[in-house]
T-cell receptor
């Protein structure tokens, strides 16, 4: 799995968009980018994943650069409940159930 | 629909004892994975089971073992507990297909004294 690099922490004002960056410069052509988040004392929660194209679901949008060396997770209207550790993971597939979690980004949403 | 359920939610054991943790996957999910999360770190992969067979194993000692039952539920067993085994143990389930997301339970908090 390609190594991913994320800033250790970020702040965001409630109601504003939160843009969380992830660098994966060594990603291979068949590796997907997955995003999970973990709210304190809970298990990680799946957010979104993508390969090349931008993706959007009810939780967030994922923007992947054309060269696929980096991506951005966008929470369009952050709320206090979005305060969590956000993990960016690059992997070929989930068939073997193995996700490699790094340190992630601690996102703090302020009132 | 019910998510991944784990039991118990909290557990206190003494060094040298044995522990069994249980996981019920989301209905229809055939793959179960186990993770260990030590305070302040991201989860670390322990095992994956698919259709009752071990499909993957992380870098954990043989004191750790698991199994999956015909109804796809799973147990994680840890023998000869050490203080360093104190952690949040997470179970995740998925369809087991190439790219199906893993869905996690809220874990079992194990404290070894």
């Amino acid at each position: 799995d390609a190594k991913t690099t994320q800033p250790p922490s970020m702040d965001c004002a409630e109601g504003r968009a939160a843009n969380l960056p992830c660098n994966h410069s060594t990603i291979s052509g068949n590796e997907y980018v997955y995003w999970y988040r973990q709210i304190h004392s809970q298990g990680p929660q799946y957010i979104i994943h993508g390969l090349k194209n931008n993706e959007t679901n009810e939780m967030a949008s994922l923007i992947i650069t054309e060269d696929r060396k980096s991506s951005t997770l966008i929470l369009p209207h952050a709320t206090l409940r979005d305060t969590a550790v956000y993990y960016c993971i690059a992997l070929i597939g989930t068939s073997y159930g193995k996700l490699t979690f790094g340190q992630g980004t601690i996102l703090t949403v302020h009132p | 629909d019910a998510g991944v359920t784990q039991s118990p939610t909290h557990l206190i054991k003494t060094r040298g004892q044995h522990v069994t943790l249980r996981c019920s996957p989301i209905s229809g999910h055939k793959s179960v994975s186990w993770y260990q999360q030590v305070l302040g770190q991201g989860p670390q992969f322990i095992f994956q089971y698919y259709e009752k067979e071990e499909r993957g194993r992380g870098n954990f000692p043989d004191r750790f073992s698991a199994r999956q039952f015909p109804n796809y539920s799973s147990e994680l067993n840890v023998n000869a507990l050490l203080l360093g085994d104190s952690a949040l143990y997470l179970c995740a389930s998925s369809l087991g297909n190439y790219n199906s997301p893993l869905h996690f339970g809220n874990g079992t908090r194990l404290t070894v004294t």
